[in-house]
């Protein structure tokens, strides 16, 4: 695996292999072990749109594994904003760096980043496209809690057209025995290139506006709604307060529901799950540096000893 632009590069075997990867960073570094494996390396994060966890949790991943970071966040602060071409910048990357992690409001950026250079390049989220990292961090919270060998009904809620974290996720669930129901206003609902790709993956799906179709799920993922892809500012107004997961909702579950969420969060999920057992989307988050530290390892192709 040289890059990561969409979920769909990933094998069942590279995920099985990076789960596993990913326990034993954890355990590691629970067990305070340094793991000094990437000290001849650079990593460079290129954030063109806000970013907290994603950005935060690759530096810190490449910090914990001895390697260092260069950064540029905003384009008002790299020269993309004197108008100079992704091309070129990602020309410059490449002799400063060993291997890129990019966000950018482009769909597709990534992967031309990727095409403009011989360096692994990760897509750390393009516009309303993919966000295969966080699918892999999603993947390993949900095998952490409710086991992937078993079958598992995972509930996305909220807006499915441009949540590019609910893209990923459900390509790689496809490699597992699931079922996904897809719970968002019809206008907010899943693209067609993804109903398609879940249709030739024989992966049952359903679509629904009721946001009780979640207590019979395992998982309930819920996204915001993506303010920043709406040209429409009235749409947005309509939808931004459409669903609240609260606690009372998630003790009705018949299934022991876990929550999920990618972050950041407005008022979808209220404050008041936050304590409960159910509530996971903060561990999850953490989960991204376990992951991220195994995908840096991966790509640049050193093997982890521990
Ligand atoms: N989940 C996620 O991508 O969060 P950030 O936007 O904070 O990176």
Avoid at 40 to 56: D, G, K, N
């Amino acid at each position: 695996m040289k890059t990561v632009i969409s979920a769909s590069q990933f094998t069942k075997e590279d995920l099985v292999r990076l789960l596993e990867a990913s326990r034993k960073i954890e355990e590691a570094l629970k067990s305070r072990r340094q793991l000094p494996l990437l000290d001849e390396y650079v990593l460079a994060t290129l954030f063109f749109e806000p970013s907290t966890r994603t950005r935060l949790s690759f530096e810190s991943a490449m910090h914990r594994l001895g390697g260092r970071v260069i950064t540029t966040v905003g384009v008002q602060f790299s020269s993309l904003a004197k108008g100079e071409s992704l091309f070129d910048t990602m020309k410059m990357v490449e002799s400063y760096a060993d291997i890129v992690a990019i966000r950018h409001p482009l769909e597709g950026a990534s992967h031309i980043a990727a095409k403009t250079v011989s360096i692994p390049v990760i897509n750390a989220g393009d516009g309303a496209g993919e966000h295969p990292t966080q699918a892999l961090l999603d993947l390993y919270t949900i095998n952490k809690h409710k086991d992937l060998s078993r079958y598992i009904r995972l509930a996305f809620i909220g807006d499915i057209r441009n949540g590019r974290t609910i893209h990923s996720l459900l390509q790689l669930m496809a490699h597992f025995p699931s079922e996904l129901i897809f719970i968002s206003p019809a206008e907010l609902s899943l693209p067609d290139k993804y109903k398609e790709m879940l249709k030739q993956s024989r992966i049952p799906f359903q679509e629904t506006e009721n946001i009780e179709a979640l207590l019979d799920s395992d998982v309930a993922y819920v996204t915001r709604i993506q303010e920043e892809r709406f040209t429409d500012r009235s749409e947005y107004e309509k939808f931004k307060d459409y669903y609240s997961v609260d606690r009372e909702l998630i003790e009705k579950s018949r299934r022991g529901t876990i929550v999920m969420h990618p972050l950041p969060r407005l008022t979808e999920v209220s404050t008041d799950l936050d304590n409960h057992p159910s509530a996971v989307y903060f561990e999850q988050a953490t989960n991204g540096l376990y992951t991220r530290m195994a995908l840096l390892l991966e790509l640049l192709n050193v093997p982890l000893q521990i």
